[in-house]
């Protein structure tokens, strides 16, 4: 109903289709700045970890646009750098999932003139996070399964850049954060069950 409600406010705003694109985005980038309250027995959230994806959107030619964003990254509770770690090779199989929906906020084509166009964007969406240990029922205890999933917030910025009238490139940092919160693992202090920064650049196709 919620997703409904703000595609319809978009329209009503943007009525013509014709001052509409769609935006086709994959996208490959690194995390930074992760925290958890899971017990990340690798420290691999706070550390740089691959993530990939994709956005689909829907921009108009004016401020709004609305997006729905995917990313994976796996091994994301893992490191090969085991100093300070509780114990290396721990963890055997890790994951951390987003997908939601957002609302773009973009200059206007009028003035950046299909040069680089700077937007922000803000949402809500779905996080899972999911990590196996070795033992295969240590982290089990904790987790109350391999995985848990949170409502997510995410917010960022970037900027959009077409080299022809269809293709482009995409720059971005965007936040990720759970509404979910625990206590941590080791400090036993409330905090996010998850959060982190997503940098990423991908290939931008338009429709």
């Given at each position: 109903m919620a997703r409904a409600a703000v595609i319809g406010l978009?329209?009503?705003?943007?009525?013509?289709?014709?001052d509409a694109d769609w935006i086709f985005a994959p996208f490959i980038g690194s995390t930074f700045a992760g925290s958890t309250a899971?017990?990340?027995?690798e420290q691999g959230a706070s550390s740089a970890q691959l993530i990939f994806g994709g956005t689909v959107g829907l921009w108009t030619r004016g401020i709004f646009g609305i997006e729905t964003?995917?990313?994976?990254?796996?091994?994301?509770?893992?490191?090969?750098?085991?100093?300070?770690?509780i114990s290396g090779d721990v963890v055997v199989r890790s994951y951390a999932l987003t997908w939601g929906g957002n609302i773009v906020v973009a200059t206007p084509v009028s003035v950046t003139r299909e040069s680089l166009r700077p937007y922000l964007v803000a949402g809500l969406g779905w996080m899972r996070a999911?990590?196996?240990?070795?033992?295969?029922?240590?982290?089990?205890?904790?987790?109350?399964?391999?995985?848990?999933n949170s409502v997510a917030l995410n917010f960022g910025g970037g900027a959009i850049g077409f080299i022809t009238p269809r293709t482009g490139v995409r720059f971005e940092?965007?936040?990720?954060?759970?509404l979910e919160h625990d206590e941590a693992f080791l400090?036993?202090?409330?905090?996010?069950l998850l959060s982190f920064w997503r940098a990423t650049v991908g290939v931008v196709i338009r429709r």
């Open positions: 978009l329209l009503m705003a943007c009525p013509r289709a014709a899971l017990p990340d027995l964003d995917f990313s994976y990254a796996p091994r994301f509770f893992e490191t090969n750098d085991t100093d300070g770690a999911s990590i196996e240990d070795v033992q295969g029922d240590v982290l089990e205890e904790f987790l109350g399964g391999r995985a848990r940092v965007r936040h990720f954060r759970s400090t036993e202090e409330s905090q996010s």
